[in-house]
């Protein structure tokens, strides 16, 4: 998933990606299990600065939203391509696929 060029606010930036999915709530409790050996994973990646998870129960499902920040787009671009993304562990532990990921630059 390559990403294209965006006009940056340098110097005090950081890069992120957002990834939304929404998991049956059958499914929640494996999910969950797996997003915790997940932020343990991504951390250990270099220029990593953290991954957060957010979600919202929705009836049937709990919706969720992660974020990754990064140093670099470089080291971003590198993870979404090639890295154990959420969305790759969404795959491997409930056959899920996430709706949407969007790149973005995060300015404070």
């Known amino acids: 998933m390559a990403t294209n060029p965006v006009p940056s606010a340098l110097p005090y930036v950081a890069w992120s990606s957002e990834t939304v999915a929404v998991v049956?709530?059958?499914?929640?409790?494996?999910?969950?299990?797996?997003?915790?050996?997940?932020?343990?994973?991504?951390?250990?990646?270099p220029g990593c600065q953290k991954l957060e998870a957010f979600v919202i129960s929705e009836g049937a499902g709990v919706r969720i939203v992660v974020y990754t920040t990064w140093d670099t787009p470089e080291?971003?671009?590198?993870?979404?391509?090639?890295?154990?993304?959420?969305?790759?562990?969404?795959h491997d532990a409930a056959g899920l696929q996430a709706q949407e990921t969007h790149v973005l630059e995060k300015v404070f």
Do not use: C, I, S
């Open 24 to 45: 049956p709530n059958d499914a929640w409790p494996q999910v969950y299990a797996a997003m915790q050996a997940l932020k343990g994973h991504v951390q250990e990646y």
């Open 75 to 90: 080291q971003l671009e590198a993870f979404l391509e090639r890295g154990y993304t959420f969305e790759r562990m969404l």
